[in-house]
């Protein structure tokens, strides 16, 4: 049973910063195409970040230059740190596993909430 577990959410003033953390269980992490989504109140969930096995990197443009995400595969954890946050970056935050072609697959953690202040 595959598990992706996120943490590192909660309140901060507009300008501040937060680490989310996803720590993965079983053997996928290293397979997996990494990624966090967000979901605002009445909103369509969006992708924010994601990372490939080589490490490449893929962000929404309106993430691009505040949030970074990275992989630690000894740890079986991705993050994202999210720097000079903005009101509208509240939303509840999403860790995806995903493979695609042979075997694929897709896993959703329980999401970590994250407000912003004005």
């Known amino acids: 049973q595959v598990q992706l577990v996120e943490s590192g959410g909660g309140l901060v003033q507009a300008g501040g910063s937060l680490r989310l953390s996803c720590a993965a269980s079983?053997?996928?992490?290293?397979?997996?195409?990494m990624g966090w989504y967000r979901q605002a109140p009445g909103k369509q969930r969006d992708l924010v970040a994601t990372i490939s096995t080589s490490d490449m990197t893929n962000y929404a443009d309106s993430v691009k230059g505040r949030f970074t995400i990275s992989r630690d595969t000894a740890k079986n954890t991705v993050y994202l740190l999210m720097n000079s946050l903005k009101p509208e970056d509240t939303a509840v935050y999403y860790c995806?596993?995903?493979?695609?072609?042979?075997?694929?697959?897709?896993?959703w953690g329980q999401g970590t909430r994250v407000t912003v202040s004005s």
């Open positions: 995806n596993a995903k493979k695609t072609g042979w075997g694929p697959y897709n896993f």
């Open positions: 079983g053997s996928i992490f290293s397979r997996s195409v």
